[in-house]
Nanobody, 126 residues
Framework: EVQLVESGGGLVQTGGSLRLSCAAS????????IGWFRQAPGKEREGVSC????????YYADSVKGRFTISRDTAKNTMYLQMNSLKPEDTAVYYC???????????????????WGQGTQVTVSS
């Protein structure tokens, strides 16, 4: 059974940093792509970043490029999202997700992932 458990959210001021963690079980990063998504109130869930399983290539949404870094620790079976230079518009519930994807993860929307964590709130104050 695939399980994902996020941690690391919180309240931070504009320009601050947070690191989200997602502890994974029931699969390996060699077989599953992993991704971070976020959903702000009244908005559709959107992709933030992902790592493909077959080649480890990464993808970032334009809105976070240069500020966020996705990574994974195979030994700990944990994925991370380092978020720097945070802005109020980054405020959202952040989710980690994982699934077997045939193509590079950049091609997949949130509804194509079947395994999700419970979400963690990130609030950036101005």
């Amino acid at each position: 059974e695939v399980q994902l458990v996020e941690s690391g959210g919180g309240l931070v001021q504009t320009g601050g940093s947070l690191r989200l963690s997602c502890a994974a079980s029931g699969f390996t990063f060699d077989d599953y792509a992993i991704g971070w998504f976020r959903q702000a109130p009244g908005k559709e869930r959107e992709g933030v970043s992902c790592i493909s399983s077959h080649d480890g290539s990464t993808y970032y949404a334009d809105s976070v490029k240069g500020r966020f870094t996705i990574s994974r620790d195979t030994a700990k079976n944990t994925m991370y999202l380092q978020m720097n230079s945070l802005k109020p518009e980054d405020t959202a519930v952040y989710y980690c997700a994982a699934d077997r994807l045939a193509l590079s993860c950049r091609h997949y929307k949130y509804y194509e992932y079947n395994n999700w964590g419970q979400g963690t709130q990130v609030t950036v104050s101005s």
